[in-house]
């Protein structure tokens, strides 16, 4: 997606910020599953947080690599770093929510001790 240039956005009213919400739910779907490819294809890899902050680093080189890539795109802008933020913290929050569900659908407790 990073490789197109839109030209047909630039017609719709201009919503704030909402690029932030785009980058945030892209990168969201990516640690989840990243997340469940650590899960399905290697049922050994450490699992909670570690898997979590592997897959947040792993989404966070992804989304420097996009953006760094936009810049080289005419018509994108590229290196922002907001837009990069975003791209961080939907990845760690899907892999939150990833980590969470599969805790919820196996039975584990989701909050407090880890008996």
Known sequence: ???FTLPAVDRLPPIRHLDK?????????????????FHRRHPAFPQ???RIAVATVVIALIGWLDEW????????????PYDW???LLGGAAGAWFFD?????????PILGSRR
Do not use: P
């Not at 919400?21 to 490819?37: D, N, P, R, S, T």
């Not at 969470?100 to 039975?107: D, H, V």
């Open 100 to 108: 969470r569900l599969r805790r919820l659908r196996s039975g584990r």
């Open 85 to 87: 933020l975003a791209d």
């Open 21 to 37: 919400l785009e980058h945030f739910g892209y990168f969201f779907i990516g640690g989840v599953l990243l997340c469940a490819f």
């Open 1 to 3: 997606m990073s490789s």
């Open 69 to 80: 890539h936009q810049t080289f795109t005419l018509g994108r802008s590229g290196n922002d």
């Open 48 to 50: 909670g947080w570690v």
